[in-house]
C-alpha cells in the first residue's frame, strides 16, 4: 500500500509492506539511519515511529505507541480496496 513517511522535514513515498501492531516494513529509497525519528502517513494512520532497521531498500520501522486493533482493520480494509480496485484496472 503506497504511503509517506516524514522524516527531518522531508516527505518520503513509502510503501507498506507489513504492519503490526507494534511496527511496519516499508520499501523506502531514502537512507534514514536507525533511531532516526519519523512518522508514518498512510490516510487514515498517521503514526509517530522510529527507525529500527534498513537493509536495501527495505526499512522497519517501532511505532511509539502500539496500533490498537481497530486501526489495524482500516489499513488491512484499504489495503484490500486498493488491491481489487488495481486489479480491476489491468
Not at 50 to 62: S, T
Not at 79 to 87: F, G, H, I, N, T
Amino acid at each position: 500500500m503506497p504511503a509517506f513517511l516524514q522524516a527531518d522535514g522531508e516527505r518520503h513515498s513509502v510503501r507498506l509492506l507489513d504492519l503490526s501492531a507494534g511496527g511496519a516494513k516499508l520499501d523506502c529509497r531514502a537512507s534514514l539511519p536507525s533511531g532516526t525519528a519519523v512518522i508514518l502517513d498512510c490516510g487514515t494512520l498517521n503514526r509517530s515511529a522510529v527507525v529500527r532497521w534498513q537493509n536495501e531498500g527495505v526499512l522497519g520501522l517501532c511505532f511509539d505507541s502500539e496500533l490498537d486493533a481497530r486501526e489495524v482493520s482500516a489499513l488491512i480494509a484499504r489495503s484490500k480496496a486498493l488491491a481489487a480496485r488495481m486489479e480491476t484496472r489491468d
